[in-house]
């Protein structure tokens, strides 16, 4: 079994800003809410600063898209149109 490392003295745990959306997220009260002052903003970020390195984002949609799904088998239908779509278009 392997141990997690101790942050450095000065350092944030890899896990504090999965700890501090997640802070932020439940204390949303609808969806809208956590779109606005979450997802959005993560988002945003994502895209400056892989845009600032050359990176391309691979989340779907116009600009971005992420798609929450009730079950296993919608995200699995979901992936599939994803993926049938980028193999059509590579045609």
């Given at each position: 079994?392997?141990r997690?490392?101790?942050?450095?003295?000065g350092?944030?745990?890899?896990?504090?800003?999965?700890?501090d959306?997640?802070?932020r997220?439940?204390?949303?009260?609808?969806?809208?809410?956590?779109?606005d002052?979450?997802?959005?903003?993560?988002v945003a970020?994502?895209?400056?600063?892989?845009g600032?390195?050359?990176?391309?984002?691979?989340i779907?949609?116009?600009?971005?898209?992420?798609?929450?799904?009730g079950?296993?088998a919608?995200?699995e239908?979901i992936?599939?149109?994803v993926?049938n779509?980028?193999?059509?278009?590579?045609?």
């Amino acid at each position: 079994m392997t141990r997690r490392k101790t942050p450095k003295p000065g350092k944030a745990s890899p896990d504090a800003l999965m700890r501090d959306l997640a802070k932020r997220m439940e204390a949303c009260p609808d969806a809208e809410t956590l779109n606005d002052q979450v997802i959005l903003p993560f988002v945003a970020a994502l895209e400056s600063v892989c845009g600032a390195r050359g990176y391309l984002l691979n989340i779907y949609g116009e600009a971005s898209n992420i798609v929450f799904t009730g079950d296993e088998a919608q995200a699995e239908e979901i992936y599939a149109l994803v993926e049938n779509y980028l193999d059509s278009e590579a045609d």
